[in-house]
Structure formats: structure tokens, C-alpha cells
């Protein structure tokens, strides 16, 4: 009898949750289903939601995978968020506010996972340092118990790669940024805002995290707050006390010239450029790397490794969708390792590659990514029983929220939306958030 399939999965933040999940409902409704076991380093599963006060080296020396804040609020409604398979409605028993403090919405991610048993298959506290393909196609998985120091090497027939991307900061340079003479933090090493208090900042980068942060800067009583972008202003009526600016050209002392030829001076800058993909576990044929893009060059159906489809990714893709992005790519990739989706031979692959990276630079704003991810989506989930994500629905949630952005940056996140899932309306927060200070459980249930 042919020994049962061992799949080794890093990562047990939300995407290796769901890839869990999907097998455990498999093998409930009675497929036979490989052994699959998950590395996390860190001691908990919830991947980026899990905050940690830490900054660089966590209690075990090991890179902090956190890259979440103080007073963080999800960025877009939570009806865009909504696992068809658990609403919202069921999670908290009544009609809630869209907006949800981290806390909150970590709690959503792991109350999911009650209908199934899986963390016995988590090596919690156990680092991934190397995976290497051998000559018999099997690969040796090495991985570090943190906490006893032990290592161990580990056989697996195929590999799921759900390490996250947002945790390695992108630093890129200016000249003259060496004489700045004040704080040069990356987004990714922010906890909270009080450092900022009275100070002029400059935050350079226009994405989620530039906007989310200029935001709590100012609110927290920064005496300013300029965002520089690189590409494209922002569609952002800033409010007094903050300003825009083009891309960054020098830095002289504390004097930043802007592109365009503006000047001021800052006392501290907040780098809010991005995440580098990272695998340094991975040997470089079989690690992604590339920008953050929708469509990640080299995975087919953005999971599968073209070079080497005994090596799958979930969650490595922009995230628009978020968590139902990260579950269709799961179901997609358990169905693969299942043999449900039929893996097409290289040149069937590439052009399936191609001609989605083609429709990616066709996209002309918003509206358009939404489209494209929500095509994406609905593409993976054909192939699978993963829950259907009203996407069209979804997509329009998301462009009212966004609408309500351009209307008011301030007080968007006190708008209520309609979840797709069960159609039920959200109630206001009690606070506006531009006055909330509290990101607490017990604050927001109250
Ligand atoms: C600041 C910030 C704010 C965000 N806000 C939102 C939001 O409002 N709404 C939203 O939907 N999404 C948000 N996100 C996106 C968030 O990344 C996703 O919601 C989700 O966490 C991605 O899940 P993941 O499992 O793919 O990756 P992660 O959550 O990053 O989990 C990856 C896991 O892999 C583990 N790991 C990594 N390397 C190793 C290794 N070598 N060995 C063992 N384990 C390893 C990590 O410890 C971690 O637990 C935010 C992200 C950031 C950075
Ligand atoms: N809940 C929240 O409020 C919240 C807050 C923060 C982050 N997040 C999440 O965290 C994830 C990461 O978001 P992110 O904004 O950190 O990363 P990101 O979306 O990948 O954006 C990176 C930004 O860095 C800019 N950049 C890169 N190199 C630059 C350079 N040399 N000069 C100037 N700008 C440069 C990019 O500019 P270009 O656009 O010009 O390329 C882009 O604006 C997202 O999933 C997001 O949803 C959520």
C-alpha cells in the first residue's frame, strides 16, 4: 500500500488557517487527504494579527512577524471581509459596526476555525529554515524548535508556501537622507503614535499604509504631516495640519526637496514603501520575488509554482479581497494537492500566466482592480467548492467605501455597509473614529 502523501506547510496565519480548514472539510465529507503538517515560529496561530510590541528581534532573536499597530482598524468594511461560511451576523450574535479594531477581527479569523480540529497538526514555536528538492523529488524540510533550540530535518512529498509578505521591510534610499538629523522608522517598526506628538512628519509612500498612518499622526496631534507619492496623488482632500507632495528628490540636513522643486523641513520621517517578498528559507529557483502585484509573476493561478508545481503558494498575491482572497487560493491549492484541479502541462501554464499578468497592466484605477481580483476569484473558486463571494457585490462595497474616503478621509471608517453574506446593515460605532483612542475588545463590544 503507496505510504499516505506528506504536504509541509509554512505558515499558519490566515491563509495556512484556511488551507487547513479546507482539508479538515474535506476529510469530513470523506476524501482521503494527505498528511499535512504546519510550521509556525510564531506561539500562536494569526499570522500579521497577532501584535507584538517588539520591533526587530522577537523574545527568540527571530525577525518580528508583525507588522501591525496600536489603534489599527481594518481599511475596508468588513463586509468586504465577510467569510461566506461565517458571517459576521453568527460571530457576534447582533448587527455591528464595518469597521473593526485588530483585536476584534483577529478574533473573527480564530472563532472561524471552531468547526474543525486542526491545531495538533501546527508545530507552533518552530521556525522553517531551509527546504531543499532532492534528486528522489521528495524535499527535506529543516525547521528550529525556537524554544528547545532543536532542529529537525522532515521528509515531504510537496510544499505550501503561506509565509506572508508584508513583514520584511522595502527601505529604499535618498540623497542626502544620511544627514536627517531625527527618527527614520519604517512603517513596519510603527507601534503607536505618541512619539509623533508636536512633530513635523514626513511620510513617504501613498499605499494602505501611508494613508492609514498620515492619518493616525494627525489625529494623535502631529504639529504636521506631509505623504509624498511616487506615482499618483492621492484621491484625498487632506485635511488642515497635513499636505501632499510628489516624489522625494534629496534630503539636505532637515530640508526634503520635493520633485517639482517645494521644500520643508521635517523633524521625523516615516517610511511607509512596502514589504519585499522573502523567503530565505527557500533556494532562490523555487522563492517569488518580484514587487507586490495581483498577478505575482511565476505562479500559475497565482498558487502554483511554474517551475515547479510540487511547490504552492497561498496568500503571496496583492490582497484586495483579503481573507476570501486568501480562502479561494487555499481551496484552489488544496484541490490541486487533492488531484481534483488538474495541474496543465508548462506551455498551458505560461500562457495562462501571461495572459493574466496582460490583463493586470490594463488596469486603469480602482474600479479596475477590483474587477480584476474579483475575475481572479471567481476563476480560482470555478475549480473548487470553495463558498461563493459575491464579487461583483463585494467590489461595489468596496467603492462606496472608498467614495466615502475621497468625500472625507476622516470620517470614512463611521459609514455603516450591508454585508453581501446575510444582507444585514451595520450600526454606527459609538465613538467617530477620528476620536476613538480605545482599540480594545471589550471598547468596541461595549
Ligand atoms: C499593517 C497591516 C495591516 C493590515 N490590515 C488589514 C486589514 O485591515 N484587513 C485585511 O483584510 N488585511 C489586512 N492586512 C493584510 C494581512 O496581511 C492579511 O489579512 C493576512 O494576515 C495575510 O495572511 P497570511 O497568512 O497570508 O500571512 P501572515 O498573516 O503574514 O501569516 C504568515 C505566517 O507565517 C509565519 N512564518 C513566516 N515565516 C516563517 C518561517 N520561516 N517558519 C515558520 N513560520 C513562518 C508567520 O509567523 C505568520 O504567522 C494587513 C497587513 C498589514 C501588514
Ligand atoms: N488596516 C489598515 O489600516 C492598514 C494599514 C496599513 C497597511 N495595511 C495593509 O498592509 C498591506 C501593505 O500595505 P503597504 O501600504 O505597507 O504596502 P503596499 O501596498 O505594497 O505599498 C507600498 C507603497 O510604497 C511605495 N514605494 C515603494 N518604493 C518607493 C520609493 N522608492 N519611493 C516612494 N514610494 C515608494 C509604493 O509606491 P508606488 O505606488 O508608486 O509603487 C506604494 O505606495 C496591505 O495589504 C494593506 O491593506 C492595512
Redesign the pocket.
Known amino acids: 500500500m503507496a505510504s499516505r502523501e506528506r504536504i509541509g506547510l509554512?505558515?499558519?496565519?490566515?491563509?495556512?488557517?484556511?488551507l487547513l480548514r479546507a482539508f479538515s472539510l474535506a476529510e469530513k465529507a470523506g476524501a482521503q487527504v494527505p498528511e499535512v503538517v504546519a510550521?509556525?515560529?510564531?506561539d500562536d496561530?494569526?499570522?500579521?494579527?497577532?501584535l507584538d510590541w517588539r520591533t526587530g528581534a522577537d523574545k527568540y532573536g527571530e525577525p518580528v512577524?508583525?507588522?501591525?499597530?496600536r489603534d489599527?482598524?481594518?481599511?475596508?468594511p468588513k463586509e468586504?471581509?465577510e467569510y461566506p461560511d461565517y458571517p459576521f451576523d453568527r460571530h457576534f450574535g447582533r448587527a455591528v459596526p464595518s469597521y473593526l479594531p485588530?483585536e476584534v477581527?483577529s478574533e473573527y479569523?480564530r472563532a472561524r476555525m471552531q468547526d474543525v480540529d486542526v491545531r495538533g497538526q501546527i508545530r507552533f514555536s518552530?521556525?522553517?529554515?531551509w527546504v531543499q528538492k532532492h534528486d528522489d523529488g521528495r524535499f527535506r524540510l529543516t525547521?528550529q524548535h525556537l524554544v528547545s533550540g532543536e532542529s529537525v530535518v522532515e521528509e515531504f512529498d510537496r510544499i505550501v508556501v503561506?509565509?506572508?509578505?508584508?513583514?520584511t521591510p522595502q527601505v529604499p534610499s535618498w540623497p542626502g537622507i544620511e544627514s536627517f538629523r531625527g527618527q527614520v522608522q519604517h512603517?513596519?517598526d510603527y507601534r503607536s503614535a505618541e512619539g509623533y506628538v508636536g512633530k513635523r512628519v514626513l511620510v513617504i509612500g501613498s499605499s494602505?499604509?501611508g494613508q492609514?498612518l498620515a492619518l493616525q499622526l494627525h489625529r494623535a496631534g502631529a504639529k504636521h504631516v506631509t505623504t509624498a507619492y511616487r506615482k499618483q496623488p492621492q484621491d484625498i482632500a487632506w485635511p488642515q495640519g497635513m499636505d501632499e507632495q510628489p516624489e522625494v528628490q534629496r534630503f539636505d540636513g532637515n530640508t526634503v526637496t520635493f520633485a517639482g522643486g517645494a521644500q520643508a523641513e521635517y523633524d521625523m520621517v516615516l517610511l511607509c514603501t512596502g514589504?519585499l517578498h522573502h523567503y530565505?528559507?527557500l533556494p532562490q529557483e523555487l522563492a517569488l520575488g518580484g514587487p507586490n502585484l495581483l498577478c505575482p509573476i511565476g505562479l500559475w493561478k497565482g498558487v502554483v509554482w511554474h517551475d515547479d508545481p510540487d511547490v504552492l503558494y497561498?496568500?503571496?498575491s496583492q490582497?484586495l479581497f483579503?481573507?476570501t482572497l486568501?480562502e479561494a487560493q487555499a481551496y484552489f491549492a488544496r484541490d490541486v494537492l487533492l488531484g481534483r484541479v488538474e495541474v496543465p502541462e508548462a506551455e498551458e501554464r505560461k500562457a495562462d500566466m501571461d495572459a493574466w499578468f496582460e490583463r493586470m497592466t490594463q488596469i486603469d484605477g480602482p474600479p479596475a482592480a477590483l474587477a480584476y481580483q474579483g475575475a481572479y476569484i471567481q476563476d480560482l473558486s470555478a475549480h473548487t467548492d470553495c463558498p461563493e463571494v459575491d464579487v461583483e457585490a463585494v467590489a461595489e462595497t468596496f467603492l462606496q467605501m472608498r467614495d466615502a474616503r475621497i468625500e472625507d478621509v476622516r470620517t470614512f471608517r463611521d459609514r455603516q455597509h450591508r454585508s453581501t453574506v446575510t444582507g444585514t446593515m451595520a450600526v454606527p460605532h459609538h465613538t467617530p473614529w477620528m476620536q476613538e483612542f480605545d482599540d480594545s475588545a471589550e471598547n468596541f463590544q461595549r
Do not use: K
Not at 518552530?126 to 529554515?129: C, E, L, N, P, S
Open positions: 509554512i505558515g499558519a496565519g490566515p491563509s495556512g488557517m484556511a510550521f509556525e515560529r510564531q496561530w494569526g499570522g500579521q494579527w497577532n512577524h508583525s507588522s501591525m499597530y489599527l482598524w481594518i481599511n475596508g468586504c471581509m485588530r477581527m479569523i518552530t521556525a522553517v529554515r525547521a503561506a509565509s506572508g509578505h508584508f513583514h512603517a513596519g494602505y499604509s492609514d514589504y530565505p528559507f497561498v496568500g503571496a490582497q483579503t481573507l486568501l
